[in-house]
């Protein structure tokens, strides 16, 4: 008698669903210690239980909505305090074109409008790495 394969899904077909690189899945989201543990294989393919993925990735990989006034000015420490994306990785990405120009500036300080900061916080993606204290 032959074993029907486990329903569920492959790192591979993970990925194409989410719309990230295989890569991504197997070398971050599968390293992560609470991702699903694998319900069989599919050839040499592990395969995962669909709603266990789900709930990782609401879990771990949805970033939370934020909620910013859209006509207001934020600093990059207030944006950081609203979003927790670090004031240095918004002056960063600023300058690698990743993150839109600052909308003004209030002192010294560059702001951007709320509903510039919610469209760029839209674009971006969730996932962080986590860091071991033994690494």
Known sequence: MV??????ETLREIAARHDRA?????NQWARHPE??????KRGQA??????????????????PAV??????????????????????TIRA??????????????GRANVWRGATVLE?????RAYRRTTNAGE
Not at 3 to 8: H, I, K
Not at 47 to 62: E, I, K
Not at 67 to 88: C, H, K, N, V, W
């Open 3 to 8: 074993a029907t394969p486990p329903e569920g």
């Open 22 to 26: 295989e890569t991504t899945v197997a």
């Open 35 to 40: 991702w699903p543990t694998p319900i069989g």
């Open 46 to 63: 592990h395969v995962y239980d669909s709603a266990a993925v789900d709930r990782f990735v609401a879990a771990h990989l949805t970033r």
């Open 67 to 88: 909620e910013l006034d859209p006509q207001r000015e934020y600093t990059a420490a207030e944006i950081e305090a609203a979003t927790g994306i670090s004031g240095g």
């Open 93 to 106: 990405e600023v300058s690698k074109g990743r993150w839109p120009a600052p909308d003004g500036q209030r």
């Open 120 to 124: 760029a916080v839209a674009e971006r």
